[in-house]
């Protein structure tokens, strides 16, 4: 349904001129995001203060209209597409750190901020906020917050949920709150800024984040081991982060992605069955023992190599087989579908095999690669053709159940969107969907936030 005119009337009130578009082709670039999904919406808004998104929560409840909250679109979901149309608010414009505080690390912010800003601007007090996704140059921290955002570097620091302290919000009843408090314990009431972390706007409207800051490490090491097979790099995994020196980063690559790695950026790329890149943090005079303790757990059954860099080049070369992964997956299939599965770090094998046997079922090119210390893995399905399009949802399926028999999850991430909030009743018993869902109406009662997401 279109806008009613009493409502465009009261937005072109609320929002001034160059803040306001129902122009149709600067609403296309709004409707879409990384997830290829797309549906124009009914007019676009660009906020820039809290008042301006209280009042719009309000029209939009009176006039029972969908919206839609926005960073840069980066999530490979379909969260942020306005699937009923509505309104979508933009936060590009409410992108101010409104505070640096470095005696108690932590940072107050506006949704639109983006990651790499932040951390450019936190960088000279040698602190930084940890949730560091692939997008990071580029995505916004309100869409970190919404998504759950994590990266690399949650093995030892956590992802978003883990770095927020508090939340100030507007919820689909139009009401503001706050949640959360700047310190880093708390145990006063339900703890609403981590429900609301995750959620994918579907609760409320973030407006700021207070945001948990951890020290820069001064020095980094990185380590690259390659394996027989995927039994023995897993196997490398649970020793790894057995001991007591976690790694910030703990990548996997099977043998399928470093096949697919050298036939795109070269023979330095190492042939193998499976391979790690891991690598530590701390101060200099500690880091060598840090080094020394997670080679020494890499070492087992099925090893083949084992290098440390010593020099930035040797790091660049260490990395190669992972930087050149991303671009192999899109010459091989444009139409490539990225899930972010999790499963115990033990069961990372069984997992791989589950993929395995999808694949071969279904004549399907199926890769992994990712977060082993989480055991988040990025499963990715790439079909090259309608027909294989059409078998890559069914060995998605299967894909999904093993990783439930498994003990898993849907996402460890990115978040669910539209991508899987269909088989998210595999994933939840009912009666925790069904408080889900009661949660939901609590905060939204018109069911205006963010509709046709996450919950089924």
Known sequence: M???PAAVAELQHLFPAGALTVDAGERLVYGYDNSRRQRLPDAVVFPTSHEQIVSLVRLCRSHRVPLVARGRGTNTTGASVPVEGGIVASFERMNRILRIDVDDRVAVVEPGVLNGDLQTALAPHRLFWPPDP????????GGNVACNAGGPRAVKYGATRDNVLALRAVAGNGETFRCGTPTTKGATGYDLARLLVGSEGTLAVVTEATLKLAPLPSAKRTLRATYDDVAAAANAVARIMAQPVTPCALEFLDDECLRLARAYGGDAIPAAGAMLVVEVDG??????????????SARGDGLLD???????????????ARKALSPALRTLSPNKINEDVVVPVSRVPELVAATRAAAAKHALPIVCFGHAGNGNLHVNLLPRDDAEMQRAYSALDEIFGAVIRLDGTLSGEHGIGLAKREFMPRALDPQALSLMQAIKRQFDPDGILNPGKLLP
Do not use: G, K, N
């Not at 692939?134 to 921290?141: E, L, M, N, R, Y």
């Not at 200099?284 to 020494?296: F, G, K, N, R, S």
């Open 2 to 4: 279109p806008l009613p």
């Open 134 to 141: 692939t997008s990071a140059p580029f995505c916004t921290v």
């Open 283 to 296: 101060e200099p005079d500690t880091l060598d023992a840090a080094v020394d303790a997670v080679a020494h």
């Open 306 to 320: 084992l290098a440390i860099a010593a020099t930035d080049a040797e790091v660049t070369a260490l990395w190669a």
